[in-house]
Each structure stands twice: as structure tokens, then as C-alpha cells.
């Protein structure tokens, strides 16, 4: 279960033992991951998506307007986010890779050089990096989420949102198209250097190189895969 759904569950619950009411506030992000036995990173990440999804407000600094303050039931909320993610299912290939690269290479160039959520990416990236070799769905379940933690570095609720609503599309169809790679373990060791190099770009606040960077890698294993045509067709640019 990710995050942001362990803290809709979380809030249902809440609301049912009458321990929470709309207009009311959530923990503290340390106590909420600490409850939950998550990161706070995570937590950080999930509070976005559900504020993209109306279920809170997020507010900064002190005093009332502070804290993340439950505005919403999340029951209609969790209803919309499941019909987006059931619609991804059936979406064609090719229009996912190109929604990423819009996506991501935005994110990539507006990320904060002291975004927290850089520090996840290398911690992914060093899981990647392991010398005993990973299974191939290992791999990939790595790589979407140093994409997603590279997404949410720019701090924007909605890119992060329909990112995470792309998540299991973007992974299942990069494991299909593994059949058809000629040698995988070159590919992931090709993936694993331009990962390194987009966050390299990042952390140097080269924000311009990061987003031309990520666009080149996520078309680079599509068009690897012998399916480039189909997303360059005549009616692409």
C-alpha cells in the first residue's frame, strides 16, 4: 500500500472513531510517520497528493493557518484517485512515455537543490547500485520511485499526484517491454549512469541540463525497446 493511501486509511479511521473531524488537523508529520512506520519523507510525499486530491490543506510556518488541516471526506476523493488510476491501465504506451517527459523534465528543472526528497533518490540509486545484482522487478520498482522522488523534489501537489496515479502504468509497461531489450543487464547498467547524472544535475542546480537529461533517458529506454517509431508516428512531432 503506498503511502498516501495509508494515510486516507488512517483518516478514515479517524473520522469514524469520532477521534478526528473536518477542520481538524493532522499530527505533526514526525508523529504521523512514527504512527504509520514510515518515512517522513513519504509522509511529505503522500500530505502533497492528498492536498492535490481536496482531502487537506497544507499550511506553512506558525500560528492558526499552521498545520495540515483534514477540508474533505476522503471517500469521493479516494473515488476519483482510483478511476484515474484504472484509466492509466488501458492508456496507450506511447502517450504515457510523453506524458512523463512533459512531467518530469518540468519537475526536473524546477526541482530545490535542497529538496529532502533528493537524499531518497540516492538512497534508491545506491539499492540499485548493489553489487549482488537485482532482479529485474526490483529493479524497476527502484526506478519508478527515484522518478516519483525526483518529481516531488520540485513541490508542486498536482505533478506529484499524476505522477503517482501513473505509478503501476509506468512500471508495468517497463517490465513488458524487458522481453523485448536485447541485453538487460546493459540497459539497466546504462540506466543506473543517467540516473546518477540527472541527480548529479540537480544537486548542481543545473536545472536546464536535469529536465534534457530525463527527457533523453525515459525516450532512450522506449525507443531501446524497438517501439520509437510508434511514439514519432505521423501525427507526432
Known sequence: MRTHQLVLSWIEDQLSAGRLAVGGRLPAERNLAEQLKVSRTSVREAIR??????????????????????????????????????????????????????????AALKARQDAPELGEAAALLDAMDAPEGLAVADFLALDVRFH??????????????????????????????TATLPDWDATASRLRSEHHAILDAVRNGDGGRAAGLVAAHIEGYYKEAGLGREASGPDRP
Open 148 to 177: 516519483l522522488a525526483l518529481a516531488n523534489a520540485a513541490g508542486n501537489a498536482v505533478v506529484s499526484a499524476m505522477m503517482g496515479s501513473l505509478r503501476e502504468a509506468i512500471q508495468g509497461y517497463a517490465a513488458d517491454l
Open 49 to 106: 497528493i492528498l492536498e492535490a486530491m481536496g482531502v487537506v490543506r497544507a499550511g506553512v510556518g506558525s500560528g492558526p493557518e499552521a498545520g495540515t488541516v483534514v477540508i474533505s471526506d476522503p471517500t469521493a476523493a479516494l473515488g476519483s484517485a482510483l478511476r484515474l488510476h484504472v484509466a492509466t491501465q488501458h492508456l496507450p504506451v506511447a502517450d504515457i512515455v510523453e506524458t512523463r517527459v512533459l512531467l518530469e523534465s518540468w
